[in-house]
């Protein structure tokens, strides 16, 4: 075997002693791929934007066994009864986690105009 590949399976091998210059020669090359490998390799390991809602939520016990959640009309759209319900759990899962919506019902002020959500959720 030539003395090449004796010095290649040498350090594949880690078979030198610590304070040798090959040993710190490999500890070397170790630190720089895994400082310097980031500038050069895209690991693509973002962060995950999480945008929060602007709705304020409070949570309370219902007694049944059921949460209550009353969460701002203003994160909600005026639509349908399906586009309500998604709307919602979009806001309550990122705080309780996976649920699902038992009930809700809408909140007027003196004139009419729908200023929050009472939702009633159970945890699956």
Do not use: C
Not at 25 to 41: D, E, N, Q, R
Not at 91 to 119: C, F, L, T
């Amino acid at each position: 075997m030539s003395p090449v590949w004796r010095t290649i399976k040498s350090f594949i091998f880690w078979s030198h002693e610590r304070g040798t210059i090959q040993y710190d020669v490999m500890v070397t090359v170790i630190l720089l791929f895994v400082f310097l490998s980031p500038l050069v390799i895209s690991f693509n390991d973002r962060p995950v934007q999480r945008n929060p809602q602007a709705s304020g939520v409070m949570v309370y016990p219902d007694g049944n066994g059921e949460f209550v959640y009353q969460v701002d009309a203003k994160g909600v759209p005026d639509a349908n009864d399906e586009a309500i319900r998604n709307s919602l759990l979009n806001i309550i899962e990122p705080i309780s986690g996976s649920v699902s919506i038992s009930r809700y019902e809408a909140i007027p002020d003196n004139k009419g105009k729908v200023v929050a959500y009472k939702v009633w959720v159970q945890r699956e």
